[in-house]
């Protein structure tokens, strides 16, 4: 009985790592991009475990067991890695410059928390230029309401679908859009602000739908909307950084088709995962909360804040202008550009 279950976990922990390269947009495909740490040690635990059991003269099964789940292994390691210290790093670690920096905190609230004074307590100690609340509903509104005074400007579209935007700032928003770029009810915004030595950066803020049953059965609408902001990014001359709950991974596919055709960082790389999801539940963590900066940038600092009573940790960045651009950045080829606009193309189609 105990190899029949060492067999059956170790196929089905095979199947779970190659799966994710199966370019379908079902929940029940994509879900296997998120846990690949945990799946990681889940497989070594396992090849442990069959050399533990390996009979060195006549076991040929155990060392097609061994192989098998070696290469599982050898392929994790090299989706992990670039999230860990020993990551090539996109972005240079810079100083802080009070006129050429930004300060950003970005959190998914969970709209049923009733938590609001943490999510001020934290704002008010952290003290950060702009923040970027989603999930928020009328009741979140008026919960961190008393954060207002400090934020000359602010954007509110309070909803109760789970895809409602608080955006507070201390600098000076000069041009503000809201976009609905997919679906209607589902808002992102597109801001122009000037910094405190005059330059002006463009910001792009979002969260789109996650595939999952019951709400979104697909990722194509996700994708999409990822992938539409991409080309955006790409093609504003201006510094810019896209903020929000992507509602997928760093080390996922879309996320790196996002990179390639926005040639934006992730400060990630090479410092480690930052996981701000699940905030309850310590085994199972990933990074889906976001903050990607342009070549323009440097990096001062990046941290996952303590939580606020909702499913995701908030996350902070200071990013500074930078006069070398020495950022790291992927460029797409053309088939990925016309895997891209295909994505786009099936997101828009899904809404008509």
């Not at 009985?1 to 029940?28: Q, R, Y």
């Not at 009070?98 to 049923?112: A, K, T």
């Not at 930052?274 to 199972?284: I, S, W």
């Amino acid at each position: 009985m105990g190899e029949l279950l060492l067999k059956i976990f170790s196929t089905f922990f095979i199947f779970a790592t190659f799966f994710p390269l199966v370019k379908l947009d079902d929940w029940w495909v994509r879900i296997f991009d998120y846990p690949r740490l945990q799946k990681l040690v889940i497989i070594l635990i396992l090849w442990i475990i069959w050399l533990s059991t390996l009979d060195m003269d006549n076991d040929v099964e155990a060392y097609i067991w061994l192989g098998l789940l070696g290469v599982c292994i050898v392929y994790l390691f090299s989706k992990v890695l670039p999230f860990t210290i020993l990551g090539k790093k996109m972005i240079d670690t810079v100083p802080f410059d009070e006129g050429s920096g930004i300060h950003i905190l970005v959190g998914n609230v969970y709209q049923y928390n009733t938590n609001y004074q943490k999510a001020v307590d934290l704002v008010t100690s952290t003290k950060p230029d702009l923040v970027f609340l989603v999930e928020t509903d009328k009741a979140w509104e008026n919960g961190v309401s008393s954060i207002e005074k400090d934020y000359a400007y602010c954007i509110k579209i309070p909803l109760d679908n789970t895809y409602g935007l608080l955006f507070y700032s201390k600098l000076e928003i000069i041009k503000q859009e809201i976009h609905h770029l997919i679906d209607e009810e589902i808002p992102s915004l597109e801001l122009d602000i000037k910094l405190r030595n005059g330059e002006i950066i463009t910001v792009y803020a979002i969260h789109p739908t996650p595939p999952v049953p019951g709400e979104n059965t697909e990722s194509t609408e996700r994708d999409a909307e990822i992938l539409m902001v991409g080309k955006k990014s790409k093609e504003n001359k201006r510094p810019t950084l896209v903020i929000g709950d992507l509602n997928d991974v760093a080390w996922s596919y879309t996320t790196e088709l996002f990179l390639k055709i926005s040639e934006m960082a992730d400060p990630r790389r090479g410092r480690g995962l930052f996981n701000t999801f699940h905030a309850k539940v310590p085994l199972f963590r990933w990074p889906l909360d976001h903050i990607f900066l342009s070549k323009h940038f440097g990096l001062a600092g990046l941290k996952v804040e303590k939580g606020i009573g909702s499913d995701h940790f908030p996350i902070s960045i200071k990013a500074v202008l930078t006069v070398q651009n020495n950022t790291e950045t992927m460029q797409a080829n053309g088939e990925e550009k016309e895997e891209a606009n295909k994505k786009i193309t099936n997101g828009k189609e899904k809404q008509d």
